[in-house]
């Protein structure tokens, strides 16, 4: 799958960042607004920082944020979807009422609204972006709970006297992993790109560099240094397209309907 | 019928509610005391607990929700210091130059997107429509700022063919002059938002599509003897449709971030270059009043999508 090559290119390249290139990010000093050339691929910014090292590492923290982000979702969304599923009647109604309320609140404003408010640093970004996205996760895990609830072989392991909890997560969910595997490979690009979002607006965290963050830092430089915003933001879109990539090519993979006949 | 839009308007309701008191909750769990701040370093302990008591922040917290959502039911969303206005008239000042860039944007980005999802699940062994739909795949992708920034540029600053940000030039043109001038200042944004909205109904529609047309009842149309277009657009579109509805609704909240950010790039006089003005000014009640009133107008929204659906699909009323 091409999708998943580029993941595996873009992540090699982000770890062994300090191998490709002999600057540190952070360092200024060197001659500002450089035009890409032999010494600098993608030139320099307004602070004398070397634009390609920058991207390199701000892969590291925008793959970062976006797999753990996914990955906080994710546990949230099967945790809620299951109990919903299984348990059904009231829990399941309360539990898909807190669902639709957070899967309508528009979630680019929440967000700013918490960051700003709980402080613009990497652990609150991360964990915010997890906690708004897990909705679309957890009515998957749930259609698939409802669906195989009746299955015999939950019956079977009901009549060996097997709890709640035992039925749940070695039974049931180890089937349903599917769509969630897919959907988590969507929310890694969305995550990715909510937190650009912030980043443009200021709220990202100050003492790393992202993706996102070098975007907003170029944007008042756009008519000098068209490079400062092109580059970030070509890996940027290269690093989602490749996530969704390998979320569709996983998505036809297990559910064969979708292919075209 | 009428007892399913009842229940929906039912459910409705404490969703709204909830939005509002997450609101409140968030207000309060900012760190820093207001009346600290408002009261200013020099005050004295007695001052403070006389400001406490005039703002109402000394009863308990259940009794200042009350006074909060009785506040909000009467259109008071609090004061921007930054602006100097209150805070629901200046929201409803900006509104209109956000309707008209969404309305654009969504009118063409559901008429098109649509037709592409429509073409290439119909043509899906072509090459050229395979290319189509990797290409919504990547539109899908780009940040719509990144874009918004390229857009311009390419157009505005390179080719000088376009405005580069605002709503109207300065010139203040009027008449049949002021409509261009507004039409070649809503290109490029538009442009931006198009790519985006056009790809994600192109996506749904297509995946939508597909399985219908693997149904029964589309053999059975196309045994009947019916041409393909007929067979594609008035049976399989219809009930294509349907998950399409529900589904942006479900989005608006994302296609609402990209009209936020878009808003900025292009200078774009709306609710979204509010948002980021009041973000850099940390002026809190401007940002809550936002989300409270983008995500209120996400909940009717969400309840209209479903009346609709009721309507057109009757199965779901009896469900």
Known sequence: ?261 | MSRYWGRRLLQAIPLSLGVVVLTFVLIHAAPGDPVATLAGEQSTAQYQAQLRHDLGLDRPLYVQLVRYVAAIVRGNLGYSFTFGQPVLALILARTPATLLLMATALVISTILGVALGVETATHARSPWWNLASVAAAIAYSLPAFWVGEILILIFAVQFRWLPIVGMTSLEGYSGLAHWLDLGRHLVLPTLTLVSFNLALFARLTRASMLEVLAQEYVVVARAKGLTPRNVVYKHALRSALLPVITIVGLNLGTMLAGFVLVETVFGWPGLGRLTFDAVGARDYPVISGLFLLTSEAVIAANLLTDLLYGIVDPRVRYA
């Open chain 1, 1 to 261: 799958m091409l999708g998943g090559s580029i993941v595996a290119l873009l992540a090699l390249a982000a770890l062994c960042a300090p191998l490709l290139t002999p600057y540190d990010p952070l360092r200024r000093g060197g001659l500002a607004l450089l035009a890409p050339r032999a010494g600098h691929w993608f030139g320099t910014d307004d602070l004398g920082r070397d634009t390609f090292t920058q991207v390199l590492y701000g892969m590291r923290v925008s793959l970062m944020i976006g797999v753990t982000s996914a990955a906080t979702a994710v546990v949230i969304g099967v945790l809620v979807g299951a109990c919903a599923g299984y348990f059904g009647g009231a829990a399941d109604d309360v539990l898909m009422r807190l669902t639709e309320l957070f899967q309508v609140i528009p979630r680019i404003f929440l967000l700013i609204l918490m960051v700003a408010l709980l402080g613009q640093r990497l652990v609150v970004i991360t964990t915010a972006i997890g906690v708004l996205s897990w909705p679309g996760t957890a009515r998957l895990v749930r259609a698939e709970f409802l669906s195989r609830r009746e299955a015999e072989y939950v019956m079977a392991a009901r009549a060996i006297g097997a709890g709640a909890a035992r039925i749940i997560f070695r039974q049931i969910l180890p089937n349903s992993l599917a769509p969630v595997v897919v959907n988590g490979s969507l929310l890694v690009g969305g995550a990715i790109l909510l937190e650009a979002g912030l980043a443009f607006f200021g709220l990202g965290d100050q003492n790393t560099i992202s993706l996102g963050q070098m975007i907003y830092a170029a944007f008042p430089l756009m008519r000098d240094a068209w490079w400062a915003s092109l580059f970030p933001g070509l890996f940027l879109s290269l690093i989602v397209v490749a996530f969704n990539l390998v979320g569709d090519g996983l998505n036809e993979m297990f559910n064969p309907r979708a292919l075209p006949r």
